[in-house]
C-alpha cells in the first residue's frame, strides 16, 4: 500500500503553467503505473496522463501535444505534470493515483490509491 499526496496547484492566468508533484510513500513505487485525473465540479473523474511502470505516456485528447507531459523519477517517488499553455476549462481538482498492476490504462477502476487532490483554476 502506498499514500499520495500532490502540490503544485494554484491559480494561474489563461497561457501560463504550473507544475504539479506527486509524492508515494512504500517501496513498491517503481512498479506502479501512475496517472494524473482531475475532477470539475458536476462533472465526473476523468483520466489526464498516465505513465506505466516502464516509462510509456499517454494522454488524453485534451492534453495531448505538448500541452501536458508527464514524468517520474523512481529515486525520488516521484511523479509530475508540467501543464503549459493552461485554459480555462483546464480549471479542476487534479488527482494522483496509483495503478498496482503497473499497465497504465485509462480506466479509474484500475487505481487502488489516490491523492487528496489539489485545485488547479485558471483565469480567463
Known amino acids: 500500500q502506498i499514500q499520495l499526496v500532490e502540490s503544485g496547484g494554484g491559480l494561474v492566468q489563461a497561457g501560463g503553467s504550473l507544475r504539479l508533484s506527486c509524492a508515494a510513500s512504500?517501496?513498491?513505487?517503481?512498479?506502479?503505473?501512475m496517472g494524473w485525473f482531475r475532477q470539475s465540479p458536476g462533472k465526473e473523474r476523468q483520466f489526464v496522463a498516465i505513465?506505466?511502470?516502464?516509462?510509456?505516456?499517454?494522454y488524453s485528447t485534451d492534453s495531448e501535444g505538448d500541452r501536458f507531459t508527464i514524468s517520474r523519477d523512481n529515486a525520488k517517488n516521484t511523479i509530475y505534470l508540467q501543464m503549459n499553455n493552461l485554459k480555462p476549462e483546464d480549471t479542476a481538482v487534479y488527482y494522483c493515483?496509483?495503478?498496482?498492476?503497473?499497465?497504465?490504462?485509462?480506466?479509474?477502476?484500475?487505481?487502488?490509491?489516490w491523492g487528496q487532490g489539489t485545485q488547479v483554476t485558471v483565469s480567463s
Open positions: 493515483a496509483a495503478d498496482p498492476s503497473g499497465l497504465g490504462l485509462s480506466e479509474l477502476e484500475w487505481y487502488k490509491y
Open positions: 512504500g517501496r513498491t513505487f517503481s512498479s506502479y503505473a
Open positions: 505513465i506505466t511502470r516502464y516509462g510509456g505516456q499517454m
